[in-house]
């Protein structure tokens, strides 16, 4: 049958059942849980933040924990972690010099590791050797004193005299003494005088130094190390080198 106006709608051969099926589909619709939607610009779910800040501090917490568990198990595997190799003593080039006291000749007590930071000349003579007279009336020697002592240059003078008394060093203190300063018996000047520092080898330096001739004259560093051996005097080319080294060392 025909409508006025249009067609008349169809009708499904088996009404009842779609009619049913339409039902069934709009109740599972209705009961179908809402979705939450984002939107631009709307923040995500307080509950997931939290989450995943929970899950980055339980990363964290457990990488520390591991490093510290290997670093735990390396320590006690090697209980010592080796550190910096201290220098050798010896009295070679290099190596450190090693440590004494001596009292020089007025008495007075001089001690090698407090001129840590000096650059140290230890200079092994004898008042009775013609070639330590040699290299004192050249006057270089005091000169180099003179002109870096205030930078931090100093001297020791050992003689050699209680190894070699009369033969090669002095008899006694003032003798020494009597050498550094340039001055004969009668007080005349022999040449200018050292200001430093002489002692007598009471303490037996010359085996410790290997003192097999004169002069020989050891310079140390700031650390106490041998920068330069001088074995002789051969002329002003020995000071020359001890000069240029001095120099160097005070920078």
């Known amino acids: 049958m025909r409508r006025r106006g249009g067609l008349a709608p169809a009708v499904h051969p088996n009404g009842l059942e779609s009619e049913l099926t339409a039902g069934w589909t709009s109740e599972a619709k209705l009961m179908s849980p809402p979705r939450t939607i984002a939107c631009a610009g ?3 779910p307080r509950e997931g933040i939290v989450k ?5 501090a339980i990363t964290v917490v457990g990488s520390v924990l591991a490093l510290f568990v290997v ?19 010896g009295i070679a080039p290099g190596q450190l010099a ?3 006291t001596i009292r ?3 008495g ?13 000349l230890l200079d092994f003579m004898g008042a009775n050797c013609s070639t330590c007279g040699v290299e004192m009336s050249a006057g270089r020697l005091q000169s180099i004193y003179a ?5 931090g240059f100093t001297i020791l003078s050992i003689d050699v005299g209680p190894a070699y008394p009369g033969l090669l060093g002095a008899r ?43 002069p020989i004259k050891y310079l140390l560093d700031g650390s106490g190390k041998i920068a330069l051996k001088l074995v002789g005097y051969t002329g002003s080319s020995d000071h020359d080198r001890l000069e240029a080294q001095v120099t160097a060392l005070l920078g």
Request: proline content about 10%.
């Open 42 to 44: 709307q923040s995500p």
């Open 52 to 56: 995943t800040q929970t899950r980055y």
């Open 71 to 89: 670093i735990l198990a390396y320590v006690l595997v090697n209980p010592r972690i080796p550190g910096p190799v201290a220098p050798e003593v």
């Open 98 to 100: 090693p440590s004494f």
């Open 104 to 106: 020089d000749v007025n």
């Open 108 to 120: 007075t007590e001089w001690n090698l590791s407090l001129h840590r930071g000096q650059v140290v």
């Open 147 to 151: 002109t870096y002592s205030a930078r």
């Open 172 to 214: 006694t203190p003032e003798e020494a003494w009597r050498f550094a300063q340039g001055l004969n018996p009668d007080n005349s000047r022999r040449w200018a005088a050292g200001a430093w520092p002489v002692a007598l080898d009471t303490q037996h330096l010359t085996g410790t130094f290997k003192v097999t001739e004169l």
